[in-house]
């Protein structure tokens, strides 16, 4: 009989610890399709031809406008241009309307933390691929996984894709930009 205590107490352990590892980020994330459907390889590729800067630029101040507002978009899509659904709401539900899309923004950064993407485009020369990869050249955009508990993306929290302080670090590291303290970055 002691031996099958020896058995089941690691087992448990074991399963235990099995749950956690692969249930709990299960449980964690909660995913959303963004609310069109979107492809950069349209806008992009060879029939688009756009850049990423033709969408997402820097303000004259500096600062980063993020995602684009309709405007941007009405500005081809005043009238369907294809024959895709997801062409034909965005026109029908938001241009004509002139009505902005509740984008789930994967990069949205926590309230302390103060990034300059006109300091890493202009003064460290960075491309947009560097830091989030070849997002530019997909066909559909993956769905948006926000942590139930902060309220983040999973690209800020945590994998996958996810740009945590490590990260940033390394690439300081890597490229010899050292940081002074924690108020470099942090509010």
């Not at 990423?52 to 081809?76: Q, Y």
């Not at 024959?83 to 509740?102: F, M």
């Not at 300091?119 to 691929?129: R, V």
């Amino acid at each position: 009989m002691k031996s099958n205590g020896r058995i089941w107490f690691p087992a448990g352990v074991l399963v235990s610890l099995g749950l956690g590892w692969f249930g709990f980020p299960a449980m964690l994330y909660r995913a959303e399709p963004q609310p069109v459907a979107f492809s950069h390889k349209a806008h992009t590729g060879q029939k688009g031809g756009m850049k990423c800067e033709d969408c997402h630029a820097l303000r004259e101040d500096g600062s980063f406008s993020g995602i684009p507002g309709i405007e941007k978009c009405a500005g081809c899509h005043a009238s369907a241009i294809g024959s895709t659904a997801a062409e034909k709401r965005l026109v029908d539900e938001y241009v004509s309307q002139n009505r902005e899309i509740p984008w789930l923004v994967y990069a949205r950064q926590p309230e302390n933390v103060w990034f300059s993407h006109a300091a890493h485009i202009k003064l460290g020369k960075l491309t947009c691929e560097q830091c989030h990869g070849e997002h530019g050249k997909t066909d559909t955009l993956r769905p948006y996984e926000e942590d139930r508990i902060s309220g983040y993306s999973r690209d800020v929290r945590g994998n996958p894709g996810g740009k945590k302080m490590k990260t940033c670090e390394d690439c300081h590291g890597r490229c010899g930009v050292g940081q002074q303290g924690c108020l470099d970055c942090h509010k």
